[in-house]
């Protein structure tokens, strides 16, 4: 995390940038020229930051210019798509830091990563924090990542084994070196499909993340009710999980939104108390109700207290749907450290800025209540103020219902066996699914998963469909229907409604049924019958489910 060089890596070409860290505290100055440069490219990787809890505040003018540099890569970066910024989410566990306390790994704009080791479980360094999105391998005491190395004694091979190799090393490690492995996902994602933007990216790896580590007591189970049947899992310890590049990819490649920084929907309310915070018992809690109906991506909070230890603080925000985020855990309570341009470290000094991802596709309207407990006695604090910033979309009646391969391993949960929509235009995605099923469209009847039935509630209508590698069978109903098979070898049939019928990869067997319908085979030896009424037959031998292109500047 705290080398001297950090790299700007795209998905075809790559650059890096020099900053010099051997000042006493670094150089903001020289961050903040090199973050200015992130606009220039797709996708950037970070693998460094600062050491002491809350020492990058950006509500200090020494930080304000990286603030200002990174919402610019993700405004003007890609043709105002927006730069896919990643960051490494720090090594300070074991000293009680949080990604969450550091504004660079913390910010919306950016993908934060924790570190696994090979047991899928996090490694002993891995910083923890709400506003983790993924984890990827980073490396422990018994492994590490396999990775090209620097010639001579600047390599970590040569430097302590003169008979290593001098070209790679397997002894790479740090969540330093999970985040290139989300970078590169997050170029691949790109290259499937070029349009989406940044906010888009964060979306995808959040819903094709895999739980790992399950017998983990940091995993939740947010509000939302559009990932296989119901809310995400998250944890503190993994974001929404294991990074899973291939269903990453195929969500991308299926995904019909672009979302960007010009169409983030922002809400903000704040609330003034200067109330003492209960010492050692109880909690204090401070409340807000959102009218305004959003769905959710990231929530922040920014709150000024004063307390001589914060390391006896525990902060938590709880969302109208009862999902509890932990912003602040006992960091560590160290105060002796002092900076002689920051003052002591570890304070929330003046005010800082702490944010959270576990709330995603949750709504915004309701009450979202704070929580500060003081886990200790002997020190009193205040709160001051505090201000909910909630970031997202437009609320909309037109859904889209992600299904992954984890949606056996959910069913614990019986609502989950049942989808139930009340009105607009609905997209049932299941292109991240790698096994057969079977998907009934039709209002009141079953549907396979994993062997698994899930029912299409009476009086449901789900318009559109994808599915993804197996060999699937899709049967619409007498809507307009628009469906697709994915990959494999599909079977997929209209019915009444002028539907839109593909095929798409694989020998299919498409069917138009009742209504003028469009068929399309896609590439493959395909079968294709139009059905009643008057019909269109679509050719094409290298038909995909988007176009992919690439985008050098």
Known sequence: MDDAIHHL????????????????????????????????????????????????????????????????????????????????????RVEGDSANYHNHINSRFVIAVAALNHLGKHTYYSAPGANLLVSAFGGDLEDGIVTADRLGAPGYNLANNPYAPSDYTDNFGGTSAAAPMVSGVAALILNANPNLGYRDVQEILAYSARRTDAKNASWLINGANNWNGGGLHSSSDYGFGMVDAEAAVRLAETWSTQRSFANEERISVSRSLNQPIPDGTGSLRSSVTVNNPLELDFVEVELELSHPIIGELEIVLKSPSGTESVLVSQPSNDNSIFHPLLGPLYELKPRFTFSSSQFWSETSTGTWSLIVRDRSKGNSGTLKNWSLRLYGDKSSDDDTYIYTNEFAKLLSNPTRRTLSDAAGNDMFNAAAITSDIVLNLVPGTGSLLFG????????????????????????GNDLRNDLNGGRGNDTVNGAAGPDRINGSRGDDVANGGAGNDTVIGGAGNDRLTGGQDADRFLFSATCCLTKPAFRAY
């Open 9 to 92: 890596e795209l998905n075809r070409h790559s650059a890096g940038l020099r900053i010099d860290f051997s000042g006493a505290f670094g150089s903001a100055d020289q961050d903040a020229v090199a973050l200015q440069q992130m606009a220039k490219f797709d996708v950037v990787n970070n693998s460094w930051g600062y050491t002491y809890s809350f020492s990058d505040n950006f509500l200090e003018p020494i930080f304000a210019r990286n603030q200002s540099a990174i919402q610019n890569a993700v405004q003007n970066g890609r043709v105002r798509l927006g730069t896919v910024v990643v960051f490494a989410g720090g090594n300070g």
């Open 452 to 475: 698994s039935l899930l029912t299409i509630e009476d009086g449901t209508i789900i318009e559109n469909a994808v599915t993804g590698d197996g060999n699937d069978v899709i049967q």
